[in-house]
Each structure stands twice: as structure tokens, then as C-alpha cells.
């Protein structure tokens, strides 16, 4: 086939030899087997600058017989880029085929596991309490957030000038009513719907005006109130003793020491021999062995007597505890802000 591929600068072709190549570039072109041997090809046939048909166009005035030369040009010209088209459509259509056939399903693959959510360690720490309590025969009793001041101080014997009622830590609503500071208020109404023998554990939100690396505004405390005919401190020790030994490690050894609250009385403070050193002192427990764990006496005879109890017939005891600082102690969580940032990594560390 001479002169075909000398085109350039060379004789100017006929038209049976234009025909003849127009039959080379469709075979070249239909041979092509991906997308980069189409390119290619293409460049070399329509290629904007130097392809084979910009070349024979430039010798269309050179041609001895212009017209003739033109509608052969037209027509080799029309072929390539129908064959290019053709081919290109080919080509798209194996490419989709293929990735189709790639996203078969692997039934032999293992599986994906779908990220699973977990119980947040508030939850779980009041829940553990729960399940303990049922155990003693405690049922669970749920009060209001929003309270009225006689439920939260007033029938708690709270003083009306008693410093939690000022505002730098009580939050109080305009209409007068507040957000309960403790979850007590729940203690004085179930002793004014229920007769004794009593014994229930009131868990739920309660807030402060307070906010640094130990104390958030909102907390989650859980009441223990038992009222029955003689019940006495000792009662109260063994079950806390019991509670806390369930709950903590069962060596764990309790602690009463005396404290003030308006709404028992004697009072006392609870504290467990510290969970990491084991009583022994350690930076944690600040090296006295023991960690302060909750607040707790026998109910004050006003309190029986504002909710119509006679506290010669009937005595009982009080507990309450910090549910965010067990979950914290439990594990080793240094700010209580992580508890309620919603991070996931808190939880995902929670589930081990
Ligand atoms: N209500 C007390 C507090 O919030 C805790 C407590 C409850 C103390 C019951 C004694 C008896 O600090």
C-alpha cells in the first residue's frame, strides 16, 4: 500500500487509496481493546494537530481533481469518526458490564458487623443499683424534676434561711417553683401516699448551680428510703453494707461517719475503703485508704411527723448517692463533663 502512510508532504492519494485507508482505521479503530488503545488510536486518526486526517486535509489543494479528492476525504473522514463513536459505545458498555459483574455479592466474605450501641455507664451503674435493691425487696419510685420548695426543703425540715435554698446553689423558676437539688423530695412523697412498711429506691436527675471538673449542674442521684415499726442504725448499716458490698468489691469495707442533714437524724457520711489501693492510702483516696460515697441516717421525726407519721410507732433510714461519681470511680472517668459530652468513645471504652 504505498503512499498510505506518507501522505504528508509525499503525492497526494487518490480516492481508492483514501477508500483503502478508510477500511485500515475502521479494522484499527474496531481492534482497539480499552479505553487507552481507543485513545491512542484515536489520536492517531482524528487527532486535533497531527492526526492523519488533519494531514490529508492540508493536501486537499494540492489534489489534481479537488472535488473528487474533497468527497473521498468526506467520506474516509465520516467513517473514522463513525468507527471511533461506534467503538466508544462498545467500549462503555463492557466497562459498566464489568463493574456489575465486580459487584457481585462474595457470599464467602465474613461479614460486616454493624456498629452496636451501648448502655451509657450512668445507666448501667443505676441499673446494678436497681438490681441489688430489688434483691432487698426495695421497688423503684420516680418523682418530678420541676418541685415545688415544700418537697425539695420545706417538709424535709430545711430552715427557710438554710444557705442550699440561696440562689448561688438552688435553680429557681420565676413562678417559684425550682429544679430539685436531691432527689429526697421523691422520700417525702412517697411517705404521704404510702403506708409503712416502706422500702423503695427513688433514682433520677437533680441539679446545682455548679460546673467545674467534679460537679456538673445536672448529676444523677438515687434516694434509699426505708419506714417501717423498729427499724434502727443498725438496719441501716447492714444494708448498706450489703448494697455496697455488692455493688463495689466484695471486701470492700463501710464506714459511718457523722455528719448534718436537716432530714436525718443521727446523720452520717458514707465511705468505702478505697477501691484502688485497697485501703492501704494511695493519691486517689488523697492516702487515707477510704473514698466518701454517700450521705445517709435515720429519718428525722419531723419529717414522719410533716407527712403524718407517728415517730413513736414508726422510725426508718435514709441514703443517698452521687450515681455519676460511682460510674466515674467505677471507671476511672477524671471529668464528669465526659459523661454527658455524648462522645462515642466514652461508651465503646465503657463496653470493654
Ligand atoms: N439528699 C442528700 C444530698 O443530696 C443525701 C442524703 C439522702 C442524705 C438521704 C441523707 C439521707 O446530699
Not at 165 to 191: I, M
Amino acid at each position: 500500500m504505498s503512499g498510505a502512510g506518507t501522505t504528508s508532504g509525499g503525492a497526494v492519494p487518490t480516492p481508492e487509496e483514501l477508500e483503502r485507508l478508510a477500511g485500515e482505521a475502521e479494522a484499527a479503530i474496531a481492534a482497539a481493546g480499552d479505553r487507552a488503545a481507543w485513545e491512542a488510536v484515536r489520536v492517531h486518526w482524528a487527532g486535533a494537530r497531527q492526526g492523519r486526517l488533519r494531514e490529508l486535509q492540508a493536501l486537499i489543494p494540492r489534489a489534481a481533481d479537488r472535488k473528487m479528492f474533497g468527497q473521498a476525504f468526506n467520506r474516509l473522514k465520516s467513517r473514522v469518526e463513525a468507527a471511533l463513536e461506534a467503538r466508544d459505545a462498545e467500549l462503555a458498555r463492557a466497562e459498566i458490564a464489568a463493574r456489575a459483574s465486580e459487584a457481585r455479592v462474595d457470599v464467602t466474605l465474613p461479614g460486616r458487623r454493624p456498629p452496636t450501641g451501648s448502655l451509657h455507664p450512668v445507666t448501667l451503674v443505676l441499673a446494678e443499683i436497681e438490681e441489688i435493691f430489688r434483691g432487698l425487696g426495695y421497688s423503684v419510685a420516680e418523682g418530678p424534676e420541676v418541685e415545688e420548695d415544700r418537697f425539695n426543703f420545706g417538709l424535709l425540715n430545711f430552715p427557710d434561711d438554710h444557705p442550699a435554698r440561696d440562689a448561688q446553689d438552688t435553680l429557681f423558676l420565676e413562678d417559684g417553683r425550682l429544679l430539685r437539688t436531691h432527689t429526697s423530695p421523691v422520700q417525702v412523697r412517697t411517705l404521704l401516699a404510702r403506708r409503712p412498711p416502706i422500702r423503695v429506691i427513688c433514682p433520677g436527675r437533680v441539679y446545682r448551680n455548679d460546673n467545674d471538673l467534679r460537679h456538673s449542674p445536672m448529676f444523677h442521684q438515687v434516694e434509699g428510703l426505708c419506714v417501717a415499726e423498729g427499724i434502727t442504725v443498725g438496719d441501716l448499716k447492714g444494708t448498706l453494707e450489703a448494697f455496697l458490698t455488692r455493688l463495689f468489691a466484695s471486701d470492700t469495707k463501710v464506714r459511718l461517719r457523722p455528719s448534718y442533714f436537716p432530714f436525718t437524724e443521727p446523720s452520717c457520711e458514707v465511705d468505702i475503703s478505697c477501691q484502688l489501693c485497697h485501703g492501704t492510702g494511695c493519691p486517689t483516696c488523697s492516702g487515707t485508704g477510704w473514698m466518701e460515697i454517700l450521705g445517709a441516717g435515720m429519718v428525722d421525726p419531723r419529717v414522719l411527723e410533716n407527712c403524718d407519721l407517728d415517730p413513736d410507732r414508726y422510725s426508718g433510714f435514709a441514703f443517698g448517692l452521687g450515681l455519676d461519681r460511682v460510674a466515674m470511680n467505677k471507671w476511672g472517668i477524671p471529668n464528669i463533663r465526659s459523661l454527658f459530652e455524648s462522645d462515642e468513645r466514652l461508651l465503646r471504652q465503657v463496653r470493654g
